[in-house]
């Protein structure tokens, strides 16, 4: 099974940008579609993004439509999230995860530890 170990993660002023990264170990990540979601304190999980196996598949959720973008380096393991124009409202523990692509958290077999993000000024 694949294990997964998010970085990226930090403190960022408004309208900043900040990368986070999705390494796999244990398994191929090409073998899996991936997503990223996120829980901000007192919420429920949501989906961020997902990417299909070879990438050629993206979806992300209305919020972050044209500031968030996905990718996947398959050659290496990772896949990205690249975040721009960052809101306070963008601030929770961000989470990829690694399965079948789809929407529900029950697409998803294996997950990260989480990455915090805090946007604060």
């Known amino acids: 099974q694949v294990q997964l170990l998010e970085s990226g993660g930090g403190l960022v002023q408004p309208g900043g940008s900040l990368r986070l990264s999705c390494a796999a170990t244990?398994?191929?990540?090409?073998?899996?579609?991936i997503a990223w979601f996120r829980q901000a304190p007192g919420k429920e999980r949501q989906l961020v993004a997902n990417?299909?196996?070879?990438?050629?598949?993206?979806g992300y959720h209305d919020s972050v439509k044209g500031r968030f973008t996905i990718s996947r380096d398959n050659a290496n393991d990772t896949v990205y999230l690249q975040m721009d124009s960052l809101k306070p409202e963008d601030t929770a523990i961000y989470y990829c995860?690694?399965?079948?692509?789809?929407?529900?958290?029950?697409?998803?077999?294996?997950w990260g530890q989480g990455t915090q993000v805090h946007v604060s000024s």
């Open positions: 995860a690694a399965g079948r692509y789809g929407n529900q958290l029950s697409d998803y077999d294996s």
């Open positions: 244990g398994s191929t990540l090409a073998n899996y579609a």
């Open positions: 990417i299909s196996k070879r990438g050629g598949v993206k």
